[in-house]
């Protein structure tokens, strides 16, 4: 029977993901599989399997051989549950990999490839130690991308971490394009493979092309606090969610406005629980409503939830378009909305 090389991408796809990062996963995916269809070694040995995770991990693309394999669309959520995904994972390789027995060596040595941008928000270390104990026992490469990857943690889960440092279309194409000769190289190795196992990732014949390096155990990058912030919103006017992104102004302890993000309807859906709270003092620049043009935001703390708000209206009392509540409005002042997880 034909001995198969088993690979799963556990994509992230955390709200941190949203805009062009997400356009470059779905297309550096797109591009992977491409080439590796026109690549002999591959078609004979190659079966692939996508899980995405977020507020909760999912299986995009059961195991199948990779010319069955077409990428799936991506979409974000709330959350970073690695832990859930490496859970599936686990779950997925005890179910869809062959293991050796008398007289059949089974499948080759699984290869998992964790891409993620954040940190994990739920527990990890258990699913890990699992994944790690699994028969066949998987090769884990983790592939942190930016600088809010947790380093710390994907060291601890994985033999070899590779670090993309700027979380660009340019760098994730980069990324994929290394993943995709990794997967070659070690297809065509397992052509020639004869013991138990299978061949591991290779970076010495697979080289690491630009922006990425290899992170030694011991020198992890540190993951800065509160490098981005991410908040949820909603138009006054339509009810349409949408995502706010800030980023850090340099030396000022406050963030900056960097744009919004319009979202699916359900995106709330999934629970994920939110992220530390966000002083509004903290905030500067003018953040604009994808869907009405609105530039100023409400809070209200009856239903908890964050509109858009038009900042040319400020007389007479404001009802909550959530809840109804009514507020005397006002300028400035300090206090905190609901973060998200990132």
Not at 14 to 41: C, D, F
Not at 135 to 157: K, N, T
Not at 254 to 274: E, I, N, R
Request: aromatic share 8%.
């Amino acid at each position: 029977m034909l001995r198969r090389l088993p690979v799963y991408l556990l994509l992230d796809v955390s709200e941190s993901m949203i805009g062009p990062p997400l356009a470059a996963v779905e297309e550096g995916v797109r591009l992977m599989l491409r080439a590796l269809k026109k690549n002999p070694y591959a078609l004979e040995t190659l079966f692939m399997g996508i899980i995405t995770f977020a507020a909760k991990a999912e299986a995009a693309v059961p195991l199948k051989e990779l010319l069955s394999v077409s990428p799936p669309k991506l979409s974000v959520r709330p959350g970073t549950a690695l832990g859930a995904a490496l859970s599936l994972c686990g779950d997925a390789i005890a179910r869809e990999v062959r293991r050796s027995a008398p007289g059949d060596k089974g499948d080759y040595r699984p290869l998992v490839f964790i891409l993620t941008d954040g940190a994990p928000t739920d527990e990890w270390r258990r699913p890990a130690e699992e994944l790690k104990k699994s028969v066949p026992r998987p090769g884990l490469i983790a592939l942190g991308c930016g600088e809010d990857a947790e380093f710390g943690a994907l060291s601890e889960i994985a033999e070899t971490t590779v670090r993309l440092a700027d979380l660009t279309p340019e760098g994730l194409e980069s990324l994929f394009s290394w993943v995709s000769a990794s997967l070659a190289v070690s297809s065509k190795a397992a052509e020639a493979w004869e013991g138990d196992g299978g061949p591991a990732v290779s970076l010495d014949k697979a080289p690491l092309g630009n922006g990425l390096s290899l992170v030694k155990a011991g020198e992890e990058p540190a993951r800065p606090p509160r490098s981005r912030l991410f908040l949820h919103r909603a138009c006054q006017k339509t009810g349409g969610l949408y995502l706010a992104v800030y980023r850090p102004v340099p030396g000022s302890g406050k963030y900056a406005a960097a744009g919004t993000h319009p979202l699916p309807a359900d995106f709330l859906s999934d629970g994920a629980a939110p992220g530390p709270p966000v002083d509004v003092s903290w905030l500067t620049g003018t953040e604009t409503c994808p869907y009405c043009g609105n530039a100023g935001i409400f809070f209200c703390d009856a239903c908890k939830a964050t509109y858009c708000r038009d900042v040319r209206d400020m007389s007479g009392n404001y009802a909550c378009s959530g809840c109804s509540k009514t507020y005397r409005l006002s300028y400035g002042g300090s206090f905190k909305i609901p973060g998200s997880s990132g």
